[in-house]
């Protein structure tokens, strides 16, 4: 699906609308008496950063109705900077009333009030350590699946206790109408983690695949087939991928999000991951008949009809791009496909042989970049550059769509590059495998 300024002024008018439903229920029907400026400021920014974080659980990337609209690597990028916004306006809130009248410093005072002291408090803890461990998990060296875990906890913790606690203040709240739309609004919003956690996996229960082959791939990759155990198999457009979980439930914290590698004319599901992670690291243990459940698929990173395509490519980036290839051999497919592929040696390339056959089978022009290529290298050596992007940029450009897939310095000089060599801004696709 090709990304437009009206599907973007169209979810952005829906955002904000949403955004201020609590708002709107606080200042509907009659007002209370008005106090000075800064406090009635100070309350507005925790109306609105409690807003902010509720539509997190809505527009984070994992409902089909919107991730295809702008993409997952799109919204993962306005999921972590309205993270970022929700945790200043949540901070600012109590701040900005304690400077205005520091009598509200009795809030946090325990021997006044004891659980509302507790409940503030630990908000303030929680907002700040879910907002840290996001941007610095992997600093942190914590866990993915635990992280996972943590932050669902957290988020529910903290917009269920800022709703308490805007129903206990009352000033805005007094209303019993007023009390009952704000929780609905809000367990409506929470409802969507739950969804995510417990629900989705119950559907998937009755939806089981069975790992049929581990087969091990250059550049210390593995390949893992699924095929559906007594049911279709999941239909899928190349481009897109799917959250794994292996065992013998699908109820289980290790959920991770991987690209299919297979053709999606295949009868058979696969995925490509590279060996670096607490998860992946395991796969080449998996023994063939071993329980796996699929949740998707999802994802944008997808071709467009009557668009030629242009891939640039790093390392395993190139799982999102193997998939598109294959389809397009499988359904004979005519249109002209560019491929820039990024690696540090020759003995990196994953798909290296099947990527030259491929070249043959479609209309496929491959250009390898080694950062550190043998002394008989003939291809091109160093870095993916503007220079090198301008070189290969074909005639007819405004004809093609434009994907980046790799390590983020790549992705982010790419994306850059190309706008400057003039290629519109929704040509281009970005898929980022770092999902926090």
């Known amino acids: 699906m090709q990304y437009s300024l009206k599907n973007g002024f169209l979810?952005?008018?829906?955002?904000?609308?949403?955004?201020?439903?609590?708002?709107?229920?606080?200042?509907?029907?009659?007002?209370?008496?008005?106090?000075?400026?800064?406090?009635?400021?100070?309350?507005?920014?925790?109306?609105?950063?409690?807003?902010?974080?509720?539509?997190?659980?809505?527009?984070?990337?994992?409902?089909?109705?919107?991730?295809?609209?702008?993409g997952t690597d799109n919204l993962?990028?306005?999921?972590?900077?309205?993270?970022?916004?929700?945790?200043?306006?949540?901070?600012?809130?109590?701040?900005?009333?304690?400077?205005?009248?520091?009598?509200?410093?009795?809030?946090?005072?325990?021997?006044?009030?004891?659980?509302?002291?507790?409940?503030?408090?630990?908000?303030?803890?929680?907002?700040?350590?879910?907002?840290v461990t996001s941007m610095w998990r992997m600093t942190f060296k914590l866990q993915y699946e635990y992280w996972r875990l943590l932050h669902g906890f957290l988020a529910l913790a903290i917009v269920f206790i800022g709703v308490v606690h805007a129903m206990q203040v009352s000033h805005y709240m007094e209303p019993l109408w007023k009390k009952i739309g704000l929780g609905a609004v809000m367990s409506a919003a929470m409802y969507m983690v739950i969804h995510t956690r417990m629900v989705r996996p119950w559907m998937n229960k009755k939806k089981p695949y069975t790992?049929?082959?581990?087969?091990?791939?250059?550049?210390?990759?593995?390949?893992?087939?699924?095929?559906?155990?007594?049911?279709?198999?999941?239909?899928?457009?190349?481009?897109?991928?799917?959250?794994?979980?292996?065992?013998?439930?699908?109820?289980?914290?290790?959920?991770?999000?991987?690209?299919?590698?297979?053709?999606?004319?295949?009868?058979?599901?696969?995925?490509?991951?590279?060996?670096?992670?607490?998860?992946?690291?395991?796969?080449?243990?998996?023994?063939?008949?071993?329980?796996?459940?699929?949740?998707?698929?999802?994802?944008?990173?997808?071709?467009?009809?009557?668009?030629?395509?242009f891939f640039i490519m790093g390392g395993i980036g190139v799982t999102t791009a193997i998939s598109m290839l294959r389809t397009m051999r499988d359904d004979k497919d005519p249109r002209k496909t560019i491929l820039v592929y990024a690696n540090t040696s020759v003995e990196e390339i994953t798909f290296h042989d099947e990527i030259e056959k491929l070249s043959f089978e479609i209309d496929l022009k491959v250009v390898h970049v080694l950062n550190e290529p043998s002394e008989d290298w003939e291809g091109e050596e160093g870095y993916v550059t503007e220079e090198l992007l301008e070189r290969?940029?074909?005639?007819?450009?405004?004809?093609?769509?434009?994907?980046?897939?790799?390590?983020?310095?790549?992705?982010?000089?790419?994306?850059?590059?190309?706008?400057d060599l003039g290629i519109k801004w929704n040509h281009i696709y970005m898929e980022r495998f770092q999902i926090v």
């Open 11 to 70: 979810w952005l008018s829906i955002y904000v609308l949403l955004a201020l439903i609590p708002m709107i229920i606080a200042v509907a029907g009659d007002l209370p008496e008005f106090r000075t400026f800064w406090i009635e400021f100070g309350v507005a920014l925790g109306f609105m950063g409690l807003s902010l974080f509720a539509l997190q659980f809505i527009f984070s990337g994992r409902i089909r109705r919107i991730a295809p609209k702008f």
């Open 76 to 131: 993962i990028n306005f999921h972590r900077q309205i993270g970022i916004t929700a945790f200043f306006l949540i901070l600012a809130h109590p701040v900005t009333l304690i400077i205005a009248e520091p009598s509200f410093i009795a809030y946090f005072d325990p021997r006044i009030n004891f659980m509302r002291a507790i409940a503030l408090s630990f908000v303030t803890i929680a907002i700040i350590f879910i907002t």
């Open 211 to 309: 790992i049929t082959n581990i087969k091990e791939e250059i550049g210390d990759c593995f390949t893992i087939s699924l095929k559906p155990d007594g049911h279709p198999k999941m239909d899928f457009i190349p481009g897109q991928f799917a959250w794994i979980t292996i065992g013998s439930t699908p109820f289980s914290l290790q959920q991770n999000p991987f690209t299919f590698s297979s053709s999606a004319r295949s009868d058979v599901l696969k995925f490509t991951a590279k060996t670096d992670g607490d998860f992946t690291s395991t796969w080449k243990n998996i023994p063939d008949g071993t329980k796996a459940w699929l949740e998707g698929p999802f994802g944008s990173f997808t071709p467009v009809k009557g668009r030629h395509l």
């Open 392 to 419: 290969l940029l074909p005639d007819d450009h405004s004809n093609y769509l434009f994907y980046i897939c790799g390590p983020a310095p790549m992705m982010d000089m790419a994306g850059i590059a190309l706008h």
